[in-house]
């Protein structure tokens, strides 16, 4: 049995480490099962001012790099190296002309005024004062521009993100636990917390809607995935093989509601938050 280990509190930590290492070995796999979003976040919107976007939390740089297809220059910011390191290569592979800067979205001094459009995937979550930090964003942006993100609904909406976790805790009295009230995957579950992160911060014209986006993966990468994402790689390592090899055994047969022949089916649902500055 491994040590009581715990979720990283500080979140350059983690995305430096476990979770960095994690997505960027899963880059391929986590993009085609978020695909579905890439429109539906770099879509052009009524009344867009046209002028530079910026990607928040872009990670490997799925989403900067398809907005960076059209006109717009295209900005990711990141805090987690290996992350950015993946998302600029990829840009030098596509020869697409986009940049990354490895800076704390909260805290990075933009010039301000200087954007037109923000957006992001999932990576607004983990701000350590999320008003501070959506502030910090609105400075960033000329009056008019539009900030649209995509964050998770609850835990019990998304049984799929839970399930690797839910069937390896009888195993794994160790296992660490999330902190609903600190950042991460569902710190933007409460809509009306959502709501007054923005309006505090100064947003206008704030929109919080509910979608249910289908999403796919391969079954042959599902162990890649629980093992790579999610709280069980933060154990996995310390556990002896024996355990090891019970506890994937274990969570693989758990998934077997969303197997579809070949492909792992999920919904995941979200909010769709749009905001004006
Ligand atoms: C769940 S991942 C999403 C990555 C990417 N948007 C995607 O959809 O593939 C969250 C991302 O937010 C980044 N992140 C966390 N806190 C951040 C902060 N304060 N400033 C900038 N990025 C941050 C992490 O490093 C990570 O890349």
């Given at each position: 049995m491994g040590d009581q280990v715990s979720v990283p509190a500080d979140q350059q930590q983690l995305w430096n480490g476990v979770a960095g290492k994690g997505w960027t070995e899963a880059q391929a796999v986590l993009d085609a099962m978020f695909a579905p979003f890439e429109d539906l976040l770099t879509g052009i919107l009524p009344g867009d001012p046209d002028g530079p976007l910026l990607d928040i939390g872009c990670g490997t740089g799925a989403l900067t790099l398809a907005a960076a297809r059209g006109t717009r220059r295209c900005t990711g910011i990141d805090i987690s190296e290996p992350m950015l390191a993946r998302a600029r290569e990829r840009a030098r592979e596509q020869g697409i002309a986009a940049d990354f800067i490895r800076a704390d979205a909260e805290t990075h001094r933009f010039e301000?005024?200087?954007?037109?459009r923000i957006i992001s995937r999932f990576g607004v979550?983990?701000?350590?004062d999320p008003v501070r930090a959506f502030a910090n964003l609105r400075g960033a942006c000329m009056a008019g521009a539009r900030m649209r993100f995509a964050a998770w609904r609850a835990p019990a909406a998304n049984p799929f993100m839970t399930t690797a976790e839910r069937a390896a805790a009888p195993l794994l009295p160790a296992l660490p636990k999330r902190?609903?009230?600190?950042?991460?995957?569902?710190?933007?579950?409460d809509p009306y917390k959502v709501q007054a992160i923005l309006s505090q911060s100064g947003w206008s014209s704030i929109g919080i809607a509910p979608i249910d986006i289908p999403c796919t993966l391969p079954v042959r990468e599902l162990d890649g995935y629980f093992t790579r994402l999610g709280l069980l790689p933060l154990i996995l390592p310390s556990l002896d093989a024996g355990l090891r090899a019970e506890v994937i055994e274990t969570v693989r047969a758990a998934f077997a509601p969303f197997v579809d022949g070949e492909q792992v089916r999920f919904t995941a649902a979200c909010w769709l938050v749009d905001a004006t500055a």
């Open positions: 301000p005024g200087s954007h037109a979550m983990f701000f350590d902190d609903p009230d600190g950042p991460g995957q569902f710190a933007f579950a």
